[in-house]
């Protein structure tokens, strides 16, 4: 069981707004950064969001991240077939320097 | 261009060694820190550990301290994640990334992300 909790799936409709949350503690995502990295299926995962909320090149602004106290969000606006996919937020456990922690994942789905 | 290329498949027998590569390009290896995630299959991610290429730092998730090593050859620009003794419950496909930071305060490891990652290495125990 992950630290860091995400709801195991979440879906939506081509051109919807969906959120992912990411819950922790005080002692990970209260003192740290979150990061979120894109899985889709049968590839390597990728960097979606550094720092909460920024986005490295080549990542559309359709997608956003935000941080409040113990918890992140991803969001996703106008939502997209190829949006299909697993996501993954992280951060660094504050008390074990050089330690990270992933969330369980979260499966989007595109209806 | 920042590339990470890892090793192809691996078909192993339990107690059998093992090593996987992960060979980087296009930066200077020494540099950066690397990282290694294990993914079982049709599960998530999970953090093994991060090892340092310059003067061989590593530090190791719990949940994999004493099982798996971490090692570099600065001279190929290749980092190796390695098993003495592989049991079923290995099987997993494993990651290497690139630890990196830039366009901030990157005094710190807790301002650091995972990017690029290699393609994945597949590897198979058979009990």
């Known amino acids: 069981q992950s630290v860091l909790t995400q709801p195991p799936s979440a879906s939506g409709t081509p051109g919807q707004r969906v959120t992912i949350s990411c819950s922790g503690s005080s002692s990970n995502i209260g003192s740290n950064y979150v990061y979120w990295y894109q899985q889709l299926p049968g590839t390597a995962p990728k960097l979606l969001i550094f720092?909460?909320?920024q986005r490295p090149s080549g990542v559309p602004d359709r997608f956003s991240g935000s941080k409040s106290g113990t918890s992140a969000s991803l969001a996703i606006s106008g939502l997209r077939s190829e949006d299909e996919a697993e996501y993954y937020c992280?951060?660094?456990?504050?008390?074990?320097?050089?330690?990270?922690?992933f969330g369980g994942g979260t499966k989007l789905t595109v209806l | 261009e920042v590339q990470l290329v890892q090793s192809g498949a691996e078909a192993k027998k339990s107690g059998e060694s093992l090593k996987i590569s992960c060979k980087t390009s296009g930066y200077n290896f020494r540099h950066f820190w690397i990282g290694w995630v294990r993914q079982m299959p049709g599960k998530g991610l999970e953090w093994m550990g991060i090892f340092h290429p310059a003067d061989s730092r590593s530090t190791y998730s719990p949940s994999f301290q004493g099982h798996v090593t971490f090692s570099a050859d600065t001279s190929s620009s290749t980092a190796y994640l390695q098993w003495s003794s592989l049991t079923a419950s290995d099987t997993a496909m494993y990651y290497c990334a690139r630890i990196d930071c830039n366009g901030g305060d990157c005094s710190t490891l807790l301002s650091h992300w995972f990017d690029p990652w290699g393609q994945g290495t597949l590897v198979t125990v058979a009990s």
């Open positions: 720092w909460n909320n």
């Open positions: 992280a951060t660094w456990a504050d008390s074990l320097y050089g330690h990270v922690l």
